[in-house]
């Protein structure tokens, strides 16, 4: 729509804003950086200014309301209004190319010598397609989840919530080739034959591993992977009606977390490392939380209440003053 370009044109104002009273220079160059602005953001909501009431406005108009929350374009929108905050734009995709990959994977492709693939070309397209927002030379692994409901009371009135996190592709036949049987790895897919959830990883992945003491082998490619695919901070955005929370995470408790994960509690692995999906591993992000917070990983987890621009009189007499001269100008023309 044309107001929302508008708006979201201007956007950056706020963030200028925002920034200074951050005690930032420039924009968020690292996770610190970001939970810092971030802080300030919440600080300006929760004393109801009239720029944390626009913003918290917008959050609430475009984002998190329940009425539109679950539309797939929300999460691309939420990508718009974070990028122009900071006057950048989300990551173009199809302007990407394969990144190089390491001595270590490529020697892994002495394992593909007969096929048609090779897995240092399925880790560098994996890596290509993390990174969701640039700002500047930071780049940043976006998602935004369906949260629990909140109604303006910050009371909970709706507990379900979409617990199952998409982190991208990592490919399974890389991951395993060389550890499982060639003929068992072939039958694997997603859904129904084998990868459909963190049951049938235990069954046709993780305990066949444990079976032929292939643990320590699985532990070491399973790092080596994560470490070159997961570069990019991990930010999870939950969209909770009258509430929107932040979770921050470091590209390295992320993955060491999960690595920490199968070297501590192998056994509890599955249900955290939860399923593939079209090649697109599937995380159980509140279980991933609880060990991070379990293994003193470091993290940062902010919420903000977006109920307080309700009784904003700055924010109401600005969305008069917009209506009114709308309305003046489309009068005066005599349509």
Not at 224 to 234: I, Q
Request: hydrophobic share 35%; aromatic share 10%.
């Amino acid at each position: 729509m044309i107001l929302d370009k508008l708006l979201f044109d201007n956007i950056s104002i706020l963030g200028k804003s925002f920034l200074i009273e951050s005690g930032l220079t420039d924009i968020p160059q690292n996770i610190h950086e970001m939970n810092k602005f971030l802080e300030t953001v919440k600080e300006n909501i929760e004393s109801n200014s009239f720029k944390g009431a626009l913003f918290a406005d917008i959050l609430f108009s475009f984002v998190t309301d329940i009425s539109i929350r679950d539309r797939n374009t929300t999460s691309r929108v939420f990508e718009d209004i974070f990028s122009a905050l900071f006057s950048m734009k989300s990551t173009d995709v199809e302007s990407r190319q394969n990144p190089p990959v390491n001595d270590e994977i490529k020697k892994l492709d002495s394992l593909c010598t007969t096929l048609d693939w090779k897995i240092s070309t399925d880790l560098s397209g994996n890596k290509r397609e993390k990174s969701d927002l640039s700002l500047g030379l930071y780049e940043i692994s976006l998602k935004t989840l369906k949260g629990k409901t909140y109604d303006e009371n910050y009371m909970i009135i709706d507990n379900n919530d979409n617990k199952e996190l998409n982190v991208g592709s990592l490919s399974y036949r890389a991951l395993l080739k060389g550890i499982i049987d060639d003929e068992k790895l072939k039958s694997l897919s997603d859904r129904k034959s084998g990868l459909g959830s963190g049951k049938q990883l235990r069954e046709n992945i993780f305990d066949p591993i444990k079976s032929i003491n292939k643990e320590k082998d699985f532990y070491d490619r399973l790092k080596l992977f994560l470490e070159y695919v997961y570069t990019d901070d991990l930010y999870i955005v939950l969209k909770s009606h009258y509430r929107i929370d932040f979770i921050l995470i470091p590209n390295d408790t992320f993955v060491n977390t999960l690595t920490d994960l199968y070297k501590e509690n192998e056994d509890k692995f599955h249900e955290v490392f939860y399923r593939w999906e079209n090649n697109n591993l599937r995380i159980h992000w509140i279980k991933l939380k609880s060990y991070m917070e379990k293994y003193c990983r470091d993290f940062y987890h902010l919420d903000m209440d977006l109920s307080c621009r309700i009784e904003n009189d700055e924010l109401v007499k600005f969305k008069c003053a917009i209506n009114e001269n709308i309305e003046s100008i489309l009068k005066s023309k005599k349509l």
